[in-house]
């Protein structure tokens, strides 16, 4: 076992996303089927709820499945859909519990209803809680999140309550998914491959990139924690130069 990692909470990222990868690879290595990866990978999303909600990370946006995934084999795509519906029976309570606010991004209406009718009320049910707001990203991609914004944005033209001259970035940032949120800090992927899937195009323009070897179900504290430790250690400088920066930090340390 390593040396637990200090982390400086000061410095802890205010919202971080994973792209939770590998969970067939890790199956094949056990000599199982991919669905017990995924099984498996369900333990992971506990453990870093927990994590965040220790540390006091107030935001956690999980990829569950991408707009892509519904072209995988329709045995696996049901075995998700009935993983999907067991971890919110499951786990609500608990979340409820522990003060997590329980959301789920993604065009829902691909989904049947009785599932549809799960996420509302687990919505419901936790929409006051304030310690962690969990996002499950499910039927999402990045690009249908701008589409959808786009198309909010563009019905308000069309009923004359906006003009096209005051579309900016920050009119069509309101209406992109998790606008309410803080910025996403951190951006992790787990399972060895180095892209972004699809995943939040639009919310990643500034985050900072982690990539991992280690498969979803072997992801754990340890190695969230050498995510959130290099994230500390990295200087961002959103265009600036590092003496601005390092000039800027000073000053808001004098006070
Ligand atoms: C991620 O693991 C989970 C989902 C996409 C639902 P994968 O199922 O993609 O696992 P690999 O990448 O094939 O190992
Ligand atoms: C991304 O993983 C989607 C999720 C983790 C839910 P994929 O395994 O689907 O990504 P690609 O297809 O390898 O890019
Ligand atoms: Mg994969």
């Known amino acids: 076992m390593s040396a637990p990692i200090e982390l400086e909470p000061s410095a802890l990222p205010q919202h971080v996303a994973i792209i939770m990868d590998g969970n067939g690879r890790w199956a094949k290595q056990q000599g199982r089927p991919r669905v017990w990866g995924h099984k498996k990978g369900a333990d992971s999303v506990r453990r870093s709820v927990r994590f965040c909600r220790e540390l006091g990370i107030p935001a956690l946006t999980l990829f569950a499945f991408s707009s892509e995934n519904w072209q995988r084999p329709a045995d696996e795509v049901s075995s998700l859909m009935q993983l ?48 962690l707001t969990l996002n499950i990203a499910a039927n999402y991609g990045g690009r249908w999140d701008i589409a959808q914004a786009a198309r909010q944005v563009a019905l308000q033209v069309s009923q004359g309550e906006l003009v096209p001259e005051h579309i900016d970035e920050q009119l069509l940032g309101r209406y992109m998914q998790l606008s309410d949120l803080p910025e996403l800090d951190l951006l992790i992927r787990t399972g060895g491959d180095v892209r972004i899937s699809n995943f939040l195009l639009w919310q990643a323009a500034y985050a900072e990139l982690w990539f991992t070897e280690t498969l979803w179900p072997d992801f754990d504290q340890q190695v969230f924690a050498e995510a959130i430790a290099a994230f500390t250690s990295r200087e961002r400088r959103f265009g600036c130069t590092s003496e601005q920066v390092f000039a800027l930090a000073s000053s808001q340390l004098k006070g």
């Open 84 to 131: 999907f519906k067991l971890m919110l029976k499951s786990e609500v309570k608990n979340l409820h519990k522990n003060q997590v606010r329980l959301r789920v991004i993604g065009d829902l209406s691909a989904f049947d209803e009785p599932l549809i009718a799960q996420i509302k009320a687990a919505e419901q049910l936790t929409a006051q809680n304030e310690a």
